[in-house]
Nanobody
Framework: QVQLVESGGGLVQAGGSLRLSCAAP????????MGWYRQAPGNQRDMVAR???????NYADSVKGRFTISRDNAKNTVYLQMNSLKPEDTAVYYC??????????????WGQGTQVTVSS
């Protein structure tokens, strides 16, 4: 079982910034894409941002221009820099890593989630 360790959530006022981090174990064979998803109460879990191993990114329309995803492949860590936060960004944010096993099977793993609350 692979454990993803998330950090960086919290309470911030509208217009503020937060940076989320998610680290996978160093002994992972290979990680394909990594990403951030969020889920507000009563809603489904939606993609916020995703980055593949080569660094190509895609974002939800609602966060384009405000959020930036990046990764450090040497540390098996993905980051989400969130600027100009809005109350509607309030949610539990989950990290996802698509891990490639030595058998060439891709298995998705999720972090435990970190709460982001933006006050108006």
């Amino acid at each position: 079982q692979v454990q993803l360790v998330e950090s960086g959530g919290g309470l911030v006022q509208a217009g503020g910034s937060l940076r989320l981090s998610c680290a996978a174990p160093r002994n992972i064979f290979s990680i394909n894409a990594m990403g951030w998803y969020r889920q507000a109460p009563g809603n489904q879990r939606d993609m916020v941002a995703r980055i593949d191993k080569g660094g190509a990114t895609n974002y939800a329309d609602s966060v384009k221009g405000r959020f930036t995803i990046s990764r450090d492949n040497a540390k098996n860590t993905v980051y989400l820099q969130m600027n100009s936060l809005k109350p509607e960004d309030t949610a539990v944010y989950y990290c996802k890593a698509e891990i490639l096993t030595q058998s060439m099977v891709i298995i998705p793993y999720w972090g435990q989630g970190t709460q982001v609350t933006v006050s108006s």
